[in-house]
């Protein structure tokens, strides 16, 4: 009977201890971790911009014209004043000529107005003054005779009367004659012959814009990457021709959210990524910060600009790009993961795996990337960090842990 006791005792011992073991095997968490670094890291600000060429020639029709000879085409390398395209100068000759030939008939007609009339009219009005002239003297010697006479009662008042009326309308006609040579045209004729002269005057400029733009001409050294027009064309006022630029120092104009931009400076490095060329990174540095903040969409932005090596044109003009501003760089920083950290308020902790047990412990950070953030304080290198459980149960200060993921 005391040996069947003794067999049973044994045997609940056994469970229990099967059980215990059992139970501190299922309330380990499985966690992943992984040992605190040292590193170079990169605090950055991340956005969007476009490309755009730097010493960019453009040129657009002045006016409706047909495309003669197109002479280069998309990927050429031009020098400075080579000739790219040649427009049609017939048209625009014939339109140059109408126009200098109405700008010579305002300016006639503004002469006429100065001197007030035509050559005719103004010697039909000269002989009309001399005419005028001579009936005002001849009043005035009738008049100034009859007065003398009515002294000794020679000549009768009603002759006299009759002198003063004469030399009177004498000078009435002499005076409207002479006020149309001063006065021949208003105000308002005035202006409208100076409106017609400058109005000509400006036909004659387009017309001659129209022909000295018909061959078209790099002012600079560069490559030919845009040609929307081919020969035999017509195009009109204002469409695009060509375009050429300086490929290999390629810009680009990157938009900052506005809490952001105090952070950047000239000279800060950027990268630069292009989704049609993935795993290529371009860099580069801050030329221009912002001056101003605009809308776009439902952000408030800043543009800044950025100069880019693209020694090897594969970027492209026009291309929307990624772009990374590093703001700070750390090298040989302790880092570990961002996830890694728990905020709380504003102190951050992470959990030290130590003998199979998470240690909460309270550190300072510094930097910090997409990926990574600096200790500065709180960790040593070689330590190992939980960054989440593979269960549902949370990390939490004394628990038993197992790494299954590092």
Request: charged letters at 25%; proline letters at 3%; glycine letters at 6%.
């Amino acid at each position: 009977m005391t040996r069947n006791k003794t067999l049973i005792v044994g045997v609940v011992v056994a469970a229990v201890i099967a059980l215990a073991a059992s139970y501190s095997v299922k309330s380990e968490i499985p966690v992943r971790a992984e040992k605190v670094e040292r590193a170079t890291i990169m605090s950055s600000i991340s956005t969007n911009g476009k490309m755009e060429p730097t010493n960019n020639f453009q040129s657009r029709t002045v006016g409706p014209a047909l495309v003669s000879e197109v002479l280069v085409k998309e990927g050429d390398h031009v020098k400075a004043g080579q000739l790219l395209i040649r427009l049609d100068e017939a048209e625009a000759q014939s339109q140059l000529a109408h126009a200098r030939a109405q700008e010579r008939a305002a300016e006639a007609d503004m002469a006429a107005v100065r001197r007030g009339g035509s050559q005719e009219e103004i010697l039909t009005n000269q002989s009309a003054i001399a005419k005028a002239k001579t009936e005002l003297d001849a009043a005035q010697r009738n008049y100034d005779a009859l007065k003398k006479l009515q002294t000794t009662q020679a000549a009768s008042a009603g002759e006299v009367e009759e002198a003063q009326n004469r030399l009177t309308r004498a000078q009435a006609d002499l005076k409207l004659l002479q006020d149309k040579t001063t006065g021949r045209y208003s105000g308002p004729e005035v202006a409208r012959a100076q409106a017609a002269v400058a109005d000509a005057k400006a036909a004659v400029a387009a017309a001659d814009d129209i022909v000295r733009h018909a061959n078209v001409v790099s002012p600079n050294a560069g490559i030919v990457y845009s040609v929307p027009v081919k020969k035999g064309a017509f195009v009109n006022s204002g469409d695009l021709l060509v375009q050429v630029a300086d490929l290999e120092k390629m810009q680009v104009h990157a938009f900052v959210d506005e809490p952001e931009i105090g952070k950047l400076s000239v000279g800060q490095k950027i990268t630069l990524t292009w989704d049609a060329i993935p795993g290529r990174t371009w860099t580069g540095e801050v030329s221009h910060v912002p001056t101003t903040v605009v809308p776009r969409g439902t952000r408030s932005v800043g543009e800044v600009v950025c100069d880019v090596n693209n020694g090897d044109l594969k970027l492209l003009p026009n291309t929307n790009v990624n772009v990374n501003v590093i703001i700070a760089e750390q090298k040989n920083a302790l880092t570990v993961s961002r996830e890694a950290v728990v905020q709380d308020g504003n102190r951050h902790y992470v959990y030290v795996v130590e003998n199979g047990h998470l240690k909460k412990t309270e550190v300072d950070t510094s930097l910090s990337s997409p990926t990574r953030i600096e200790i500065s304080k709180g960790l040593q290198e070689n330590q190992v960090v939980a960054l989440g459980s593979l269960s549902s149960q949370p990390l939490a200060d004394g628990a038993a842990v197992k790494v299954e993921q590092q």
